[in-house]
Each structure stands twice: as C-alpha cells, then as structure tokens.
C-alpha cells in the first residue's frame, strides 16, 4: 500500500502509526521512528492533522509503555532471580535508576526513548525497580509527549521545507533524528560521568616517631 494511499483515509493512518509505536515497545526492531516522522510530514502537506497525529503517537507510546513495564514488574522478577547472573542484574538496575522505586531518576526513565533500544529498556527497568504505576504513567504521559512532539516536528519541519517526495522527506528528518538522539546520549553519559563522585585517595598517616 502506498502512503499516499494510505492517508487518504486518515483514521486508518492514525491507527497504524499508534499501532506501530506500541508494538515498537515490544518488539524494537520495527522502524516506528519512520511511520511518526512521515506522519510529521504528511500533517506539513496537509494530508493529516497535526493534532491527531501526534494525539494518536502519544497514545500509543503510552500503551507500549505499559505493557513492557507490567512485563518488567510482574514476569522478569521471578525470571530473573532464578540464576546468580540474573540476580545481579536485577541488582544492577535497582541501583542504576536510584536504588528505591521513590527516588528513581525521572529525566532516565522519561528521556531513555530517545536513545535507541532506550524506551524498551527504560520501561522494563521501572518495571523491575517496582515504580508505583502512577508515578510511572506520568513518567511515560511526559516521554511520550516530548517524543512525539519532537519526531513530529521533525517530519513537520522538513516537510514544509523542501519540495521533494515524501520519501527524501521522511529520509533527512529520520537522519536528523538518529544524529540528535545520539548527540543527546553522548551528552548523558558525560553529565553521568561528571557527576559521579570520585574514590577518595588513601594518604599514608605521618606518625612521629
């Protein structure tokens, strides 16, 4: 089915992009990234609204959320404490995201969806660290909507910009999307570093003698 063909029923576009962005959760491998920039571009060209799309993105960011945290919280636990490898790993999380579910980094958990592999892993860790589901669905409500807007955007931008196919469009906007993602990772992790507290020195005691 060609996208042209496709929008021109713009429920069923909207379905398929939330589709898409839920099961991306899931299953990381699916180029959800694509269908939400091209829906950024066809809301430039008039073919969707930019609302809806980014309405439709936000719900279905959420609902991946969800399930892959529920996974983390209820199936991985027992999984994961059956073997010493998968104890230390369960440890390994808990200390990483804050060591207590009420002090877990909102920024990692929010921002982790712009790295890749990020949302997935990101949802699962709250999962595993136990985060109340209330406070998780805020977490995932301001990711996805910060997501969203920006990918949108992104397809928006480049779309009412140049003049060429859908296509190149949707091309140079994913790439200027992988390029940010990256630079943003780049950063978090020398923000991390830094403030990681340094191993104090061990001086040798003078003693008189």
Known sequence: MELVSLVATPLLAYLLVAGMVALDAVFPALPSDVAVV???????????????????IVAGAMAGDHIVYQVGRRGLPGVLDRTRLGRRLHDTVDRSIGGSPSSVSFATLAMGRFIPFGRTASAASAG??????????????VGAASWAAWMVGLGYVTGDATTGPVWLQVAVATAVGVTAAVLIAAAGQLIARRRRPSAPVSRPSCRRR
Not at 38 to 56: N, P, R
Not at 128 to 141: H, T
Request: proline letters at 3%; a negative charge; charged letters at 10%.
């Open 38 to 56: 091209s829906a950024g571009a066809f809301a430039a060209t008039g073919h969707l609204e930019l609302g809806w799309a980014v309405a439709a």
């Open 128 to 141: 595993l660290a136990d985060v109340p589901l209330q406070r998780y669905a805020f977490i995932s409500l």
